[in-house]
């Protein structure tokens, strides 16, 4: 048997915070085991029960982050995205005639994800009758997301417009849980937060770590060898009828800025489309690309060797003790323990480097490393904004700017947009993976 699994900080632009993506259609082996079932076991001829049948196990998805290309899902994107919107607007904006998007609007309408707006709900100023603007609804759907980090998961619940519901931080160390208790942990965790609220619709794991073509994670900080997630997470949801969503955590970072531009408006003066880097770098770093109106999919998302060479040259080398990543937080940490600076988190080191030369040493050695990496990846591809995610850059402004001196001065001709990524990013990546067959396929 076989399940058919159908094939991610941003600037703001609504209030929802996220918005729509495609997925193209992926199959993976079905998931060995058994999964509990909690279906009453039934007595044969003797008296003897009688197994119950297993539940069958989850549907699960990698996402493929997107621009919608269905007629309704645009329409829901651009409704999200320019809350206030006119039906005249959208017909402008998408280049649909208006009784399609008539159409199209009504039956969103009725499915509760877009309501039709008073004049004192709307802050749109527009021409002719009141109540003609629109707005995202979604308020009786739930969706649950995690972003799996190394040593923390974050947990969220949204509504069908990703508005926040509720959130909440796991601790959850990686390296030292067998992965099916770790992700069994994951999956106990979202179903706990959605209690007492409507039944979810989907459910959406990110992970720091690259998730391959066949729903695989191997990684060297987690500690785990090509652990089959999406047959964990599978059987985890087995019964449920919830659809399981998988991505690469900053690929759904990259997948937000997607979900969070109105179709049309994005890099309009830039031939060929959008072209974007994203990096993120915590306790692990990786990076993912926009190119036109998706994400790049790599097959298997392993770090090139040249990056790892770079990263690996410097005084954070021997830092990892088995985990982590050369340039990562327990690297700066125990690289700085080493040169006799007693600190907890990047944030301390951050703050006591005005006064401590070494502590400013270690973190520009960081950023130059951080900086060559980088460099060597913007001059493959060539992007047309480069967007930092992640405490590296957030916790310390001195290394976005040391960065962006490197990248510059490589290449001074450059058109270069260099942006920073926005409190929440964790969140908003569990939250697009966990929304994005909603989104893609609203009236499904």
Excluded: C
């Excluded at 996220?18 to 085991?33: D, K």
């Excluded at 992700?183 to 965790?189: N, P």
């Excluded at 459910?203 to 964990?232: C, E, K, M, Q």
Aim: hydrophobic share 40%.
């Amino acid at each position: 048997m076989t399940v058919t699994a159908l094939s991610p900080e941003t600037r703001p632009t609504s209030t929802t915070g996220t918005r729509p993506t495609v997925y193209r259609q992926t199959t993976y082996p079905a998931p060995s085991g058994r999964s509990r079932s909690h279906a009453p076991a039934q007595n044969g001829p003797a008296g003897t029960a009688e197994p119950a049948e297993p539940a069958e196990p989850a549907v699960v998805s990698t996402a493929r982050f997107a621009t919608p290309v269905t007629g309704p899902a645009r329409v829901l994107h651009q409704i999200r995205t320019s809350p206030g919107i006119t039906r005249s607007r959208l017909h402008q904006d998408l280049d649909l005639s208006q009784p399609t998007v008539t159409r199209h609007v009504a039956a969103l309408i009725d499915a509760g994800l877009v309501e039709q707006a008073s004049p004192a709900q709307s802050s749109a100023t527009t021409v002719g009758r009141p109540g003609t603007t629109l707005l995202p609804d979604g308020r009786h759907l739930t969706a649950l997301g995690a972003h799996v980090g190394l040593r923390s998961t974050q947990l969220v619940a949204v509504d069908g417009s990703g508005r926040p519901l509720r959130s909440r931080t796991l601790k959850l160390p990686l390296p030292d849980l067998p992965p099916e208790e770790a992700l069994e942990a994951v999956h106990h965790g979202l179903t706990s937060l959605a209690r007492g609220l409507p039944d979810p619709v989907g459910l959406g794991v990110a992970f720091s770590s690259p998730v391959d073509a066949t729903g695989h994670v191997s990684s060297r900080a987690y500690g785990w060898n090509s652990v089959d997630v999406a047959g964990i997470l599978g059987r985890a949801a087995a019964g449920s009828g919830l659809p399981v969503s998988l991505a690469t955590g900053v690929g759904a970072m990259a997948g937000s800025e997607l979900t969070s531009t109105p179709l049309g408006t994005a890099d309009s003066d830039i031939p060929g489309g959008r072209s974007t880097l994203y990096v993120y770098a915590r306790e692990l770093v990786a990076h993912a690309w926009i190119v036109g109106d998706a994400v790049h999919q790599p097959f298997t998302g392993v770090s090139p060797a040249a990056f790892t060479r770079i990263a690996e040259s410097g005084s954070f080398s021997v830092s990892r003790n088995g985990s982590g990543h050369p340039l990562g937080t327990t690297a700066v940490l125990e690289a700085s323990r080493r040169r006799g600076i007693r600190v907890s988190s990047v944030s301390e080191l951050v703050a006591l480097s005005s006064t401590n030369p070494v502590a400013r040493e270690l973190l520009d050695e960081r950023a130059e490393l951080l900086g060559q990496i980088i460099s060597l990846a913007v001059e493959v591809v060539d992007p047309a904004t480069v967007v930092f995610a992640g405490e590296a850059f957030t916790a310390d402004p001195g290394a976005v700017k040391i960065i962006a001196r490197h990248l510059r001065g490589d290449a001074p001709r450059r058109r270069l947009s260099i942006q920073r990524a926005g409190d929440g990013i964790l969140s908003r990546a569990a939250a697009v993976t966990a929304l994005h067959r909603l989104w893609s396929d609203p009236l499904a």
